[in-house]
Nanobody
């Protein structure tokens, strides 16, 4: 298992942007499925975006498609979630998770390592 640290959350007005970062301590995201999940107040945790670092494939939930972008840097030491056009419905705790895989894994129970989360609050 990897130790993951998320950062970049905060309070932003509707329409604003935030960039979340997920850093894996001491290792790189080589041939991993990396997911960003969020838990909105009173709701179950849901997957919002995924990246297979081996092939670069990405997936976005319909609710964030066209607004969020998942990416990694050249060293694959950090995975980012660029969030534009934020809405109050995007409010929640955002978690990154990773598991060894050549392709995207979609289920939470398939992920071995999780961060502690970062709070995103979007005001109307």
């Amino acid at each position: 298992q990897f130790q993951l640290v998320e950062s970049g959350g905060g309070l932003v007005q509707a329409g604003g942007s935030l960039r979340l970062s997920c850093r894996a301590l001491g290792i790189r995201f080589d041939f991993q499925s990396v997911g960003w999940f969020r838990r909105a107040p009173g709701k179950e945790r849901e997957g919002v975006s995924y990246l297979a670092t081996g092939g670069g494939h990405t997936y976005y939930a319909d609710s964030v498609k066209g607004r969020f972008t998942i990416s990694t840097d050249d060293t694959k030491s950090t995975v980012y979630l660029q969030m534009n056009g934020l809405k109050p419905a995007d409010t929640g705790v955002y978690y990154c998770a990773t598991t060894p895989s050549p392709w995207i894994r979609y289920r939470e129970d398939e992920y071995q390592s999780w961060g502690l989360g970062t709070q995103v609050t979007v005001s109307s």
